[in-house]
């Protein structure tokens, strides 16, 4: 992976939250059709990929969306675009504080395969009363949250590692499908949880999935990208400088965009903001027109590797971020879109992981 070069404009990944309307409050109050329906999921995640975009991410929570109704479930929405995309990470949102670790690194095992190695996963931690509640469990404490966050993460990584590349032999000869010798048992004894491996799933493509956390999860060096979200430039400079001391390979932005389209941005906001306010989350908002966000996130290029972009009504922004900002990004060299058959970790620049097992093996022959 190139190192970063602080110095000047580089080249930004760019992924896309496909979540429901969009990041205001009020995106979708006059929508006719669901946000998660099938249709809504593949048109989104289909013009991303069309426009270039290198990942999608679908946020989730484990209670049902506030004002009633239901969702699909992350891990099943992006499980349903996997065999319809060829290019542009799936990262769903799964919660370690209400998901069992096994049955976690299985499902986005089986999302790595489906999708032929562009599945990611972005860490949640929902920690909220009624979030436990889900599982009968209270709410953790900061420095307990932070072990469970640590421990399921690397639990994950270890169940990913416990069949080796070449585990599965289909030797018909012999009648044996796998080697026995090269599955693996993984017993972990957390503080929360047990598990026994081997996973129930072979490796996936990518050796390991690539995992997304928030920088205050303190995740370091476990997480292949760190999300950083600081409602200033300069504050995103210092926690992505911090993000790469504590061990992350990547750091993305996370950056609010609500852009100017047939109307302009700020009558779009008014608009909005007569049905619900947009309170501050802590991000970084664009509210104006595409060529100022793009002049935003060339300035992140020289501090950030990617940036995480939070349309603020789908349906209006995408389209101009599609036709507009990346395509002006990818003329000037700072955006290049995924190519087709390209893993997620191609795509970012990653390699792709030793198996602990196998390179152990090979260090004690």
């Given at each position: 992976m190139t190192a970063p070069d602080h110095g000047g404009s580089r080249r930004l990944h760019l992924a896309l939250e496909a979540d429901g309307h969009g990041a205001h409050p009020a995106a979708g109050a006059l929508a006719s059709e669901p946000p998660v329906s099938a249709r809504a999921v593949r048109s989104t995640v289909a013009a991303a990929e069309t426009g270039g975009f290198a990942l999608v991410t679908f946020a989730d929570e484990p209670l049902p969306p506030g004002g009633g109704g239901w969702r699909v479930e992350a891990g099943t929405r992006a499980a349903f675009v996997s065999t319809l995309t060829d290019r542009i990470g799936l990262a769903p949102t799964l919660h370690v504080t209400v998901t069992e670790p096994f049955h976690l690194a299985t499902q986005l095992a089986a999302l790595d395969h489906a999708s032929r190695?562009?599945?990611?996963?972005v860490v949640g931690a929902?920690?909220?009363a009624d979030a436990h509640a889900t599982v009968g469990a209270a709410p953790l404490d900061a420095g307990a949250l932070r072990r469970e966050v640590a421990d399921v993460i690397g639990t994950a990584r270890a169940l990913w590692d416990s069949w080796e590349d070449d585990a599965v032999i289909k030797d018909v000869a012999t009648g044996r499908f796998l080697d026995w010798r090269k599955v693996h048992h993984v017993d972990v004894e957390a503080a929360r949880f047990t598990v026994k491996g081997p996973l129930i799933t072979p490796r996936p493509p990518q050796g390991q999935v690539v995992?997304?956390?928030?920088?205050?999860?303190?995740?370091?060096?476990?997480?292949?990208?760190?999300?950083?979200?600081?409602?200033d430039t300069a504050g995103v400079a210092a926690a992505a400088a911090a993000a790469r001391a504590?061990?992350?390979?990547?750091?993305?932005?996370?950056?609010?965009?609500?852009l100017d389209t047939d109307l302009p941005a700020a009558e779009r906001l008014a608009r909005l903001e007569e049905s619900a306010t947009w309170q501050p989350t802590?991000?970084?908002?664009?509210?104006?027109?595409?060529?100022?966000?793009?002049?935003?996130?060339?300035?992140?290029?020289?501090?950030?590797?990617?940036?995480r972009l939070h349309p603020a009504e789908l349906g209006a922004d995408l389209p101009v971020l599609t036709g507009q900002v990346l395509p002006a990004l990818a003329a000037g060299g700072t955006h290049q879109p995924p190519r087709p058959?390209?893993?997620?970790?191609?795509?970012?620049?990653?390699?792709?992981?030793?198996n602990r097992f196998a390179l152990a093996a090979t260090t004690t022959s």
């Open positions: 190695g562009r599945a990611a996963w929902a920690n909220s995992v997304l956390a928030a920088d205050e999860l303190g995740a370091g060096g476990l997480a292949d990208i760190a999300l950083v979200a600081r409602p504590a061990g992350a390979p990547l750091v993305f932005a996370e950056v609010e965009v609500l802590g991000r970084l908002r664009h509210v104006g027109p595409a060529s100022g966000l793009t002049a935003l996130l060339r300035e992140l290029a020289a501090d950030v590797d990617g940036v058959g390209a893993t997620l970790r191609d795509t970012l620049g990653l390699p792709r992981p030793a």
